[in-house]
DNA sequence: GAGGGCACTTAATTTAGGTTAAGAAAAAAA
DNA sequence: TTTTTTTCTTAACCTAAATTAAGTGCCCTC
């Protein structure tokens, strides 16, 4: 079964028939580290669920400055919701960090999909609840701990993401720059 | 018309006799200011609908410092959303600012719609990805914007707000002290 | 295998915002 | 009204993290 069917299926139950029609909807594609799935000024069309691989969600300030909203690895979905929602352009930038397999789902179809299957509506209601419950926790985060307190809930939040992505692009998750996290990391280490 | 049914018209429209089901469920109940809703370390019963007045939710960070993740006025919802769903004990507060009349929907009663009325699913979703829209933008806020700059925004989206609630929320809110905020606010008027 | 970018480090300097403390003003309670 | 509590302000001092800058190692690709 589908890594996507097993991922729905924790949360509602689809007959084999809804399982083949919702993966009727969506298109499967593999990317190469570096491709931009998404550009900011875009208008997001489609939800991706990551098969395989890395991706990452970010927006840049003054056109300088990357801050990373999310990292998706295996069984993540990733978009912008803001744009997917509104059908307006966004500011988000979507990237593929490590060679990916991606499921996408276009919002039309996922459109489709609620009038076809509207216990589709419950699985992305439960989705969307657990995005925010992650996301408040973040912000709450992000106002009271230091950046080194950020950092260890990083570290055993994300363990495998530790190793595989760049370390600049942890920093800016966090929320610091690359030269601080870089001297807080050597300070850890000398502990 | 009540408030609550006109806040769910807006997205999924609903029979008469849903209307008189779903208000059937709920319970509302008038609170003075400093009534304390929901306490840290309980479980959350309750997604409060606010009619009128004002509610906060916040976390209080080592017994000392406050942390507000939302302020609710007249037509927001309120709740711990980690602790609704997961029905563990959460960390938040929930507490009345001004006197206010609110509608309470129990998670029993939550559930019990849904399945009454699975419609009821497309609102909490919309609902649901609204919240989770505004939380990046806030939490992208934080991570780029200094003080000054999220406060312009905050202004800017809750002009209301500024007038009736102290000045140490909003400062918290934003995630500053209320000493630098109160400095940081004489700076802006000397301008 | 030489050269050009990235990613990372280290260090000096600066700054936004925190801390502490004490008084003034305002609001709530009595 | 008076008292008490809470909120707001101001100011001196402190610190976490940003900025700037220079240098190191490393993977590309040509």
Chains 1, 2 share one sequence.
Not at 54 to 70: G, K
Not at 75 to 96: A, C, H, R, T
Request: aromatic letters at 10%; one cysteine or more; a positive charge.
């Amino acid at each position: 079964m589908s890594l996507l069917i097993q991922n729905i299926s924790k949360h509602i139950s689809l007959t084999p028939e809804e399982q083949l029609l919702f993966l009727s909807k969506t298109e499967t594609h593999t990317f190469k580290a570096k491709t931009i799935l998404l550009n900011s000024g875009q208008i997001c069309k489609h939800s991706y669920f990551v098969n395989s691989g890395i991706l990452r969600s970010f927006n840049i300030n003054d056109n300088i400055v990357e801050h990373i909203l999310t990292f998706a690895c295996e069984g993540w979905w990733i978009g912008d919701m803001y744009s997917l929602i509104s059908q307006k352009p966004g500011n988000l930038f979507i990237e593929v960090l490590e060679d990916a397999e991606i499921v996408m789902l276009s919002k039309e179809n996922q459109d489709f999909l609620y009038a076809e299957i509207p216990k589709l509506e419950r699985f992305f209601r439960i989705l969307t609840e657990n995005s925010l419950v992650a996301n408040q926790e973040r912000l709450m985060d992000n106002l009271s701990l230091s950046a080194e307190e950020r950092f260890e809930k990083f570290r055993r939040k994300y363990p495998t993401l530790l190793q595989k992505v760049p370390q600049k692009q942890i920093a800016s998750y966090i929320g610091v720059t690359p030269e601080f996290f870089s001297k807080m990391k050597s300070k850890l280490l000398r502990k």
